[in-house]
Nanobody, 126 residues
Framework: QVQLVESGGGLVQPGGSLRLSCVASGFSSNYYVIGWFRQPPGKEREGVACFSNGDGSSNSADSVKGRFTISKDSAKNTVYLRLNNLKPEDTGVYYC???????????????????WGQGTQVTVSS
């Protein structure tokens, strides 16, 4: 059974940084995608970035390019999301999610993902 556990959220001042972690387990093959999503207060959940474990490729939303970076530590089965130059509008619950992908570029479309973690809160405020 696939399990995803996020951690690393917290309260940070504007301009600050955080590193979120998603520990993934239970996959039956190496061909899967880990994505990060966020849900601002009162808004819909939106895709942030994704990482394809099969070929190491990644993708990210235009709104976070240049500030957020997704990466993976294979030895720890952990996918990280580095958040730099944080803004108040980055506030929200951040979720990691997963789906199987044999080939092609990963997507950060919510409907594609069948497995979800419990989320970690990120608050950007002075």
């Amino acid at each position: 059974q696939v399990q995803l556990v996020e951690s690393g959220g917290g309260l940070v001042q504007p301009g600050g940084s955080l590193r979120l972690s998603c520990v993934a387990s239970g996959f039956s093959s190496n061909y899967y995608v880990i994505g990060w999503f966020r849900q601002p207060p009162g808004k819909e959940r939106e895709g942030v970035a994704c990482f394809s474990n099969g070929d190491g490729s990644s993708n990210s939303a235009d709104s976070v390019k240049g500030r957020f970076t997704i990466s993976k530590d294979s030895a720890k089965n952990t996918v990280y999301l580095r958040l730099n130059n944080l803004k108040p509008e980055d506030t929200g619950v951040y979720y990691c999610a997963a789906y199987s992908l044999i080939g092609g570029t990963c997507v950060i479309r919510r409907s594609q993902y069948g497995f979800w973690g419990q989320g970690t809160q990120v608050t950007v405020s002075s």
